[in-house]
């Protein structure tokens, strides 16, 4: 299918340095009024487009686009010959969605689909996710358990260390894993997790693994995502290189296919130790929120099968889902 002309233009300007409108419009085969169009619809989707007379248009902040044979290319063949396909776009309601209406994924294979933009990304508890084109990496893995794995219910705690083992290859400031799902830089949050499945009573249990990894937003959009409630970091922000995300993927890919394979024979237990070993909740006062209900206490890391462990003046609780807040000191 033909790209848009918003992706073709995005991928022009990608490549670093300024680009005038008139030598766009020849590329691209259209008039500089329609390259103007779509330079305000980039604006409007978040991405800081700079425009000066006689120089033309250029990024804040140049990234390399999505390319899913670059990212074949840069996988190891044990983790090559695993994956069925990758498939990149320009724009989707939910890579999650889209991966998840699929039937035909055999057990032990992958499928992964990423796009340079969601329209209706959501995070935890249906909460939108934001992040600009190219600003991002927004990915879904869908993988096809042959059975029903212990521990599934923990299995975005294996995720996250997967997630973790790859970002640490870029990133100098220590990661945390905050339960159950988010990976955070100090108090702001860098990267969340959202995992949906489909299973058969005996069969096979398919998954879609969402990962959503904040590269270089900008200003203006994280100021967005603190205005809902959130504060986030990005990428950039830690001091990480932005620019190769075809190689950030390749990365998370070849730590979460071996991941999978080692959760779906052993359960949880093979990733507690790390775990452990990066958790941001570990000793600090939290309020946990199961549906109407709440309780307060301090956190104590997890049991073996993924648990939050809380100690509350009621004595130690166990929490397989919530949501988790951490209080200012008492």
Known sequence: ???????????????GGFQSGAELARRLGVSRSAVWKAVVSLREGGLVVHAVRNRGYRLAAPCEPLDAAKIRAALRSGVRERI?????AWSLESTNAALLARTDLAPGQADVLLAEYQTAGRGRRGRAWLAPPGGAICLTLAWSFREVPR??????????????????????????????NDLMLGDRKLA???????????????????????????????ERIAAAGTRATDLKSAGADPAPRNA??????????????????????????????????????VRVQTGETSARGVARGIDIGGALLVETPQGLRKFISGEVSVRPEE
């Open 1 to 15: 299918m033909r790209r848009p002309l918003e992706a073709r233009v995005h991928a022009h300007l990608a490549q």
């Open 84 to 88: 069925r396909d990758i498939e990149t």
């Open 151 to 180: 521990d599934l219910g923990a299995l975005a705690l294996a995720v996250g260390v997967c997630v973790l083992r790859a970002l640490r290859r870029r990133v100098e400031e220590p990661i945390a894993l905050k339960w159950p």
């Open 192 to 222: 969340g997790i959202l995992i949906e499945m489909r299973a058969e009573s005996g069969g096979p249990t398919y998954v879609v693994i969402g990962i959503g990894i904040n590269v270089a937003l900008g200003a203006a959009v994280l």
């Open 248 to 285: 950030i993927v390749a990365e998370l890919i070849g730590e979460m296919v071996p991941g999978l394979a080692v959760f779906e024979r052993e359960g949880l237990r093979p990733f507690v130790e790390e775990w452990k070993a990066a958790d941001a909740l570990r000793g600090r006062a």
